[in-house]
């Protein structure tokens, strides 16, 4: 079994910072890219941003210059900081990777999802 834990969602103020992180657990034997998603009440799910395997990072232009994804190999996780949040920002956020798991195939997974507010 394969499975994505998110952690560091809640509440934050306009102009403000939150860092969410993800972790993958199980019987992994490599993962390709790991991303970011959101999706707002009543909007589709839509990418954030994305740390490829190869090391290039893509953003949506909505989040450039506000977000950063990074990863960890070692850790199997992904980050994500928030800053100048805005209250359009809010969102479940949710992680994704492929991932070569027990099977040797590689599959998509995503984690449970976790609130962002931005809210004063």
């Known amino acids: 079994q394969v499975h994505l834990v998110e952690s560091g969602g809640g509440l934050a103020q306009p102009g403000g910072s939150l860092r969410l992180s993800c972790a993958a657990s199980?019987?992994?034997?490599?993962?390709?890219?790991m991303a970011w998603f959101r999706q707002g009440p009543g909007k589709l799910r839509d990418l954030v941003a994305r740390?490829?395997?190869?090391?290039?990072?893509d953003y949506a232009t909505s989040v450039k210059g506000r977000f950063t994804v990074s990863r960890d190999d070692v850790e199997n996780t992904i980050y994500l900081q928030m800053n100048s949040l805005k209250p359009e920002d809010t969102a479940v956020y949710y992680c994704?990777?492929?991932?070569?798991?027990?099977?040797?195939?590689?599959?998509?997974?995503w984690g449970q999802g976790t609130q962002v507010t931005v809210s004063s």
């Open positions: 994704n990777a492929w991932i070569r798991d027990w099977t040797s195939r590689t599959r998509e997974y």
């Open positions: 740390a490829n395997s190869d090391g290039t990072l």
């Open positions: 199980g019987t992994i034997f490599s993962i390709n890219d």
